[in-house]
């Protein structure tokens, strides 16, 4: 990573584009963070350092996504960029002025991972004999960090293991909390592999406004909802930061590895940290690095330290993975692959990620079907007319509509799926039709979760967060 910290112009108009692009970033971080005046003052200044010195370089003004060593079409260049810059995504704060949501094509461009592809679907299905999920069939789980590494190993009968992760920063979880683990379940049952769930009470604790005992205990409450997902307790260890930190010391060895590796201009280019952040954040994303690495678990994969891991996770998580990755090879270890996924829409709109705090941002695990009902009916925003003459006329917009958003993750029935997207386009199905079919997939959904949830006990969840041997050799 190119360092712009002491305002000298890099060595090429490569570099200089990356370092206007790591700054960019830091700046809207700033301001999603109402950061002080000066600190953002300073950051924006060297933006504008760092623009003057590549307009100087290349005879023209900076263009994001359009790089000096790939220079596209002017099309390309244009009302794009502009459109795109205004899209900011880091493990804190989604935003995007788009009625849609986040266009995901160009955050794979930003980020440098790789599409899911029609083609690796189908070797999925082929190397799993299963149908791929309805996540990987409709892309909501849509990029991907050497997924066909991944493959390549299960195919030559090479281990490898899931890690996944929760930040429990309230006791109620929504349905969008729900995604990664729905999906990495699947993972989980087609390949046959133990899996690791990351509790990051300790950075929550950092970040919110909580006790250590609130951020523990609410780490415990959340376990309870991801238990009744169904994970398979002889294959899966969940476990808090703040339990399991000081009862392993093969994980902790990692944590120091990794951070040692990593250097303060680094973590502030990719997290955005500025001077007045406590240390304890600066030195988190080792912590969440260090799952990553089976020697971390030395009970599961006993001294192996050569099995690949593969993390389910929602896009905005990247940033640890980037550092991860980049980190692997100089500590001897293989790196992480990934398997993203989109942002589970709130309730008023795709515009951000939904908060845990604002109950009327989502559909929450203990939600009865009447909240559920009045939620979907008053809150959902629509892709509608204005008048039912004007949407049986145009249609509606089910780029836009959340009702049908939320379907597309879980209805499971591709056919119907089609069928209300046709009905709801050409006008022939109202919106009041369309929420009603939505709460009629969410009450049982929620319900059902809610029944198992109650099966889950204190005692389950020590089980589950014990560290032991799981039902594998290595």
Same mark, same amino acid.
């Given at each position: 990573m190119a360092d712009t910290s002491n305002g000298k112009p890099c060595a090429s108009p490569l570099e200089l584009f990356n370092s206007i692009a790591t700054q960019g970033e830091l700046v809207r971080s700033l301001k999603a963070r109402k950061a002080p005046e000066d600190e953002i003052d300073s950051a924006v200044k060297m933006l504008l350092s760092l623009k003057m010195s590549y307009k100087t370089a290349m005879g023209e003004d900076y263009k994001a996504h359009c790089p000096p060593s790939n220079p596209a079409s002017e099309s390309n260049c244009g009302s794009d960029a502009t459109e795109a810059e205004e899209d900011f995504v880091d493990p804190w704060t989604v935003q995007t002025s788009s009625a849609k949501g986040i266009d995901y094509d160009k955050l794979i461009v930003r980020f440098g991972s790789s599409k899911i592809d029609k083609e690796l679907i189908n070797r999925i299905e082929r190397a799993t004999g299963q149908r791929p999920h309805r996540f990987l069939r409709r892309g909501i789980f849509f990029s991907h960090r050497d997924m066909n590494q991944v493959l390549d190993a299960y195919e030559n009968k090479q281990p490898f293991y899931l890690y996944t992760g929760r930040g429990p920063s309230s006791e109620a979880m929504h349905v969008g909390h729900l995604i990664p683990f729905i999906f990495t379940k699947w993972l989980q049952d087609v390949f046959n592999v133990p899996l690791v769930i990351q509790m990051t009470d300790d950075e929550k604790y950092l970040w919110k406004d909580l006790t250590l005992d609130q951020a523990y205990g609410y780490a415990v409450e959340n376990a309870k909802d991801i238990i009744a997902c169904g994970f398979d307790i002889n294959k899966t260890f969940i476990f808090s930061d703040l339990d399991y930190m000081g009862a392993s010391p093969g994980f902790y060895k990692n944590v120091v590895k990794i951070q040692k590796h990593v250097t303060f201009n680094q973590v502030k280019g990719i997290f955005g940290f500025t001077d007045s952040d406590c240390i304890g954040k600066i030195s988190f994303p080792a912590i969440q690095a260090a799952p990553s690495f089976s020697s971390s678990f030395p009970q599961i994969f006993g001294d192996r330290t050569d099995i690949q891991c593969l993390i389910p996770c929602a896009i905005d998580q990247d940033p640890y993975f980037r550092m991860t990755r980049d980190v692997a090879p100089r500590i001897s270890y293989p790196k992480p692959a990934l398997l993203h996924s989109t942002f589970f829409p709130a309730l008023q709109g795709a515009q951000t990620k939904m908060s845990a705090s604002d109950p009327n941002s989502s559909i929450f695990l203990i939600d009865t079907a009447k909240q559920i009902k009045t939620k979907v009916n008053k809150h959902a925003f629509s892709g509608g007319r204005d008048t039912v003459e004007e949407h049986r006329q145009f249609g509606g917009n089910c780029d836009v509509d959340v009702s049908f958003m939320y379907l597309t993750f879980f209805l499971e029935d591709d056919d119907k799926l089609e069928q209300i997207r046709?009905?709801?386009?050409?006008?022939?199905?109202? $919106?009041? %039709?369309?929420? !009603?079919?939505?709460?009629?997939?969410?009450?049982?959904?929620?319900?059902?979760?809610?029944?198992?949830?109650?099966?889950? $006990?204190? %005692?389950?969840? !020590?089980?589950?967060?014990?560290?032991?041997?799981?039902?594998?050799?290595?």
């Open positions: 046709k009905d709801y386009t050409s006008g022939a199905m109202l $919106t009041g %039709e369309l929420k !009603k079919t939505l709460i009629e997939v969410l009450q049982p959904l929620i319900a059902e979760h809610q029944a198992r949830r109650k099966e889950v $006990t204190d %005692e389950i969840v !020590k089980e589950f967060m014990t560290p032991r041997k799981l039902s594998f050799d290595f």
